[in-house]
């Protein structure tokens, strides 16, 4: 075989040094990382400080404790309920920094440091806000199990899109399911909620124009 007719090598010494510097950078951040090792928690229980609702509030709990269980055992705030524990349902929805997460997803110790809103801070039984006032006023709900966290998920919506229309209602409440079906209710209740918070806005004062003398 003519030495023009030979397959070009795969390697050569421009790609050896390139895979070569490469393996010394790799080997260089091994390294540090080795160097900085993270911060490691357990296995015994670890204290922690939850801010709940605007109040710092501190749990001894394990590492592998989730949200949703320092809440309900820990701090004995039950509105979020374990129902699939996986993340399906919906029913334990909380807020983490205004942003809708499932409690029973997130360790307890990655809830450190960021502001957790549940429903029981939304209002009382004898001052309901306008998101549970709907559902009553609707009969948003059957057995019940389900609505703390229908109301965090539609409380969230409307506060991103004050007048959503029905189709966005179906994607705001998308992750949480209803066992007893009562979606119509709910997603009329979210409607009532909407136009009677808009009903309530101030108005806006403009001011005058000059006069002409």
Same mark, same amino acid.
């Given at each position: ?36 090792? &993270? /911060?490691?928690?357990? +296995?015994?229980?670890? *204290?922690?400080?939850? @801010? ?7 749990? #001894? ?63 009382? &039984? /004898?001052?309901?806000? +306008?998101?549970?006032? *709907?559902?009553?006023? @609707? ?7 389900? #609505? ?64 002409? /003398?």
């Amino acid at each position: 075989m003519a030495e023009s007719d030979k397959p070009a090598s795969r390697f050569s010494r421009r790609s050896f040094i390139k895979t070569a510097g490469a393996g010394a950078a790799i080997a260089g951040v091994s390294g540090e990382a080795a160097d900085k090792a &993270p /911060e490691t928690f357990g +296995p015994d229980a670890v *204290a922690l400080t939850l @801010t709940v609702n605007g109040v710092p509030r501190k749990v #001894t709990v394990e590492p592998r404790v989730t949200l949703l269980r320092a809440l309900r055992n820990e701090l004995e705030i039950t509105g979020a309920k374990e129902v699939c524990d996986r993340g399906g349902c919906g029913a334990c929805t909380v807020l983490m920094d205004g942003r809708i997460v499932n409690a029973c997803m997130i360790m307890a110790w990655d809830a450190v440091g960021h502001e957790i809103t549940t429903v029981e801070s939304f209002g009382t &039984p /004898e001052k309901l806000s +306008p998101i549970q006032a *709907a559902f009553v006023e @609707t009969d948003g709900y059957q057995c019940g199990f389900c #609505t703390p966290g229908m109301v965090v998920s539609c409380t969230a919506l409307l506060k991103k899109n004050p007048s959503p229309t029905l189709d966005e209602i179906k994607a705001g409440l998308a992750g949480n399911l209803c066992r007893c079906g009562t979606y119509g209710r709910i997603f009329e209740a979210v409607d009532k909620a909407a136009k009677a918070m808009a009903a309530v806005k101030p108005a806006v004062v403009r001011p005058a124009g000059r006069r002409r /003398e």
